[in-house]
C-alpha cells in the first residue's frame, strides 16, 4: 500500500474505518487521493469536509454509486490505486455477493494494485445486536 497515490474505499461510510491508513499513507507522501465510494450521498457530504480538514495533503472525491457496479472504478482514477474493504461489510454479504464484489474488483484493478480486505473480530452478542439489530 505504500506505494498508492489513491485510496479507492469501497463502501466508505462515515470514512471513519480507513483515516488511520489515509493518515498512515498521508504522512509520507506529499499528496494522496482518496476516493471514497458509498451509496449514501448524505454520509460521504458530511464526512468528506471533515476529513481533509484533518488531513490537509488529502484530495478527498465522493463517488455515489454500487461497489458492485465496474462503472463505479471508472470515476476513481489514479496511477497507482489501492482498493480497500473495510469493517465488516464483507461478513455481511452472502458467498454470492462476496464472488461479484471479487471478480468486480478483479476486472478493475490493475497490476500492482492492491485490494485490501478488512473483517472484525468476533462479536459479543450483546455488540452485534446494538450494531444490527435497527430498522435499517
Given at each position: 500500500?505504500?506505494?498508492a497515490?489513491?485510496?479507492?474505499?469501497?463502501?466508505?461510510?462515515?470514512?471513519?474505518?480507513?483515516?488511520?491508513?489515509?493518515?498512515?499513507?498521508?504522512?509520507r507522501?506529499?499528496?494522496?487521493?482518496?476516493?471514497?465510494?458509498?451509496?449514501?450521498?448524505?454520509?460521504?457530504?458530511?464526512?468528506?469536509?471533515?476529513?481533509?480538514?484533518?488531513?490537509?495533503?488529502?484530495?478527498?472525491?465522493?463517488?455515489?454509486?454500487?461497489?458492485?457496479?465496474?462503472?463505479?472504478?471508472?470515476?476513481?482514477?489514479?496511477?497507482?490505486r489501492?482498493?480497500?474493504?473495510?469493517?465488516?461489510?464483507?461478513?455481511?454479504?452472502?458467498?454470492n455477493?462476496?464472488?461479484?464484489?471479487?471478480?468486480?474488483?478483479?476486472?478493475?484493478?490493475?497490476?500492482?494494485?492492491?485490494?485490501?480486505?478488512?473483517?472484525?473480530?468476533?462479536?459479543?452478542?450483546?455488540?452485534?445486536?446494538a450494531?444490527?439489530?435497527?430498522k435499517?
Amino acid at each position: 500500500m505504500q506505494n498508492a497515490d489513491t485510496i479507492v474505499e469501497l463502501g466508505a461510510g462515515n470514512c471513519r474505518k480507513s483515516e488511520v491508513v489515509i493518515r498512515a499513507l498521508a504522512g509520507r507522501k506529499t499528496s494522496i487521493k482518496y476516493a471514497a465510494i458509498d451509496i449514501d450521498a448524505a454520509a460521504l457530504e458530511r464526512a468528506l469536509p471533515a476529513l481533509t480538514r484533518s488531513i490537509p495533503n488529502v484530495h478527498a472525491v465522493g463517488i455515489i454509486g454500487s461497489f458492485l457496479d465496474e462503472k463505479t472504478y471508472e470515476m476513481a482514477d489514479g496511477r497507482k490505486r489501492a482498493f480497500a474493504l473495510l469493517g465488516s461489510t464483507i461478513g455481511n454479504m452472502s458467498i454470492n455477493e462476496r464472488q461479484d464484489l471479487i471478480r468486480t474488483v478483479g476486472r478493475s484493478i490493475a497490476d500492482r494494485e492492491v485490494f485490501l480486505v478488512g473483517a472484525d473480530l468476533a462479536k459479543s452478542a450483546e455488540t452485534f445486536h446494538a450494531a444490527y439489530n435497527d430498522k435499517a
